[in-house]
């Protein structure tokens, strides 16, 4: 779940800096406060969890890069191969992670 979540806010992050699908911004920021909602939760729920963050984080990060590369919608944006987020847990759960 934790990967899944993290994933997710990922791949929109990505969509809101690099794209210009501006009338779809809207959804992917609520996608965004949701998912970190959810991984917030989860972490309280599962402390233990903590560690494993900084174990996928980047292949995290990767398997949302490709899953954009993949999608003939967005193989025109030149997505960075290198993570621009932070990686630390408390970063990517702030509301504004994106910007």
Known sequence: ?????????????????????VED???WQETIRRSQRE???LL????????YWEQVF???YATALKSLRDNPDYQSFNFPNDCPFPQEINQILQKKVWR
């Open 58 to 60: 980047l292949d995290c």
């Open 44 to 51: 309280i729920d599962s402390p233990s969890l903590k560690p």
């Open 25 to 27: 911004y809207r959804g």
């Open 39 to 41: 991984l917030e939760e």
């Open 1 to 21: 779940e934790l990967r899944n979540r993290l994933t997710t806010i990922l791949e929109q992050c990505l969509k809101l800096c690099y794209t210009d699908y």
